[in-house]
């Protein structure tokens, strides 16, 4: 009897320690959650850090000197050789800063607040890049500027490139109010019907993968952009 009432509470510890086991055996729910991701506040105190803390600046001045480096080394070569060279900038935050912007709307934008923004053309030049510009003026070369701005803010654009320094160009292309595809793809076609009418893209400079990617240039040369994405 005695020994039957000292099994009961033994029994009932045995089977309470080994459900403590099995809990600790088994992944906890906490365990296979996906993390919180950085909060958005934390996040844009980081780039905003980025950007006031210079380093931002000195990444865009690397990239610009070594793209300055290559055309003056590359451009002679390829004019001995009768090549008709181009180099294709980017506008947004490649030749124009749209930082004031991004920051005035809290890293935050709509297609009709960004309208306002490039219809006031009041961007200022990217210094370090307007080198590379300069440079490419004076080695004679062709400067076209690719960009994801449509066709109806092309005098706004235009006018707000001779403002700030961007004085001449061989041709700027828009994309058509009406275009449905990705600035990857656009960007691309572009480049490739400048290849098709002879043109050596020896140098592409832009602050997206997709003014990048796609090909059609000797080289590209890839600014910072820790701001946004675009497709
Ligand atoms: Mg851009």
């Known amino acids: 009897m005695c020994k039957?009432?000292?099994?009961?509470?033994?029994?009932?510890?045995?089977?309470?320690?080994?459900?403590?086991?099995?809990?600790?055996?088994?992944p906890s729910p906490a365990s296979t959650a996906v993390p919180e991701p950085?909060?958005?506040?934390?996040?844009?105190?980081?780039?905003?850090?980025?950007?006031?803390?210079?380093?931002?600046?000195?990444?865009?001045?690397?990239?610009?000197?070594?793209?300055?480096k290559f055309l003056t080394k590359q451009a002679p070569r390829l004019a001995a050789e009768g090549k008709k060279i181009a180099v294709v900038f980017d506008i947004d935050d490649t030749t124009l800063t749209n930082y004031p912007h991004i920051l005035a709307n809290d890293f935050g934008s709509s297609s009709k607040i960004w309208a306002a923004w490039v219809a006031e053309g009041r961007a200022h030049a990217i210094i370090p890049v307007q080198t590379v510009y300069d440079t490419a003026l004076r080695l004679k070369l062709a400067v076209f500027f690719i960009t994801g701005r449509t066709?109806?803010?092309?005098?706004?654009?235009?006018?707000?490139?001779?403002?700030?320094?961007?004085?001449?160009?061989?041709?700027?292309?828009?994309?058509p109010d009406d275009y449905k595809g990705t600035t990857r793809a656009f960007k691309t076609g572009v480049r490739r019907k400048l290849v098709a009418e002879g043109h050596v893209i020896l140098a592409n400079i832009g602050d997206q993968a997709s003014d990048l990617e796609g090909g059609r240039a000797e080289r590209t040369f890839k600014l910072p952009n820790p701001f946004y994405l675009t497709e």
Do not use: M
Not at 59 to 67: F, G, H
Not at 156 to 169: F, Q
């Open 4 to 26: 039957r009432v000292l099994c009961v509470p033994l029994a009932l510890g045995v089977a309470l320690v080994l459900a403590g086991c099995s809990t600790t055996l088994s």
């Open 38 to 68: 950085t909060n958005l506040t934390v996040r844009k105190q980081q780039v905003a850090g980025y950007v006031n803390s210079g380093e931002y600046g000195r990444e865009i001045a690397r990239v610009a000197l070594e793209a300055n």
């Open 151 to 175: 066709e109806s803010e092309r005098l706004s654009t235009e006018k707000n490139l001779r403002d700030v320094g961007y004085e001449a160009w061989t041709g700027i292309y828009c994309q």
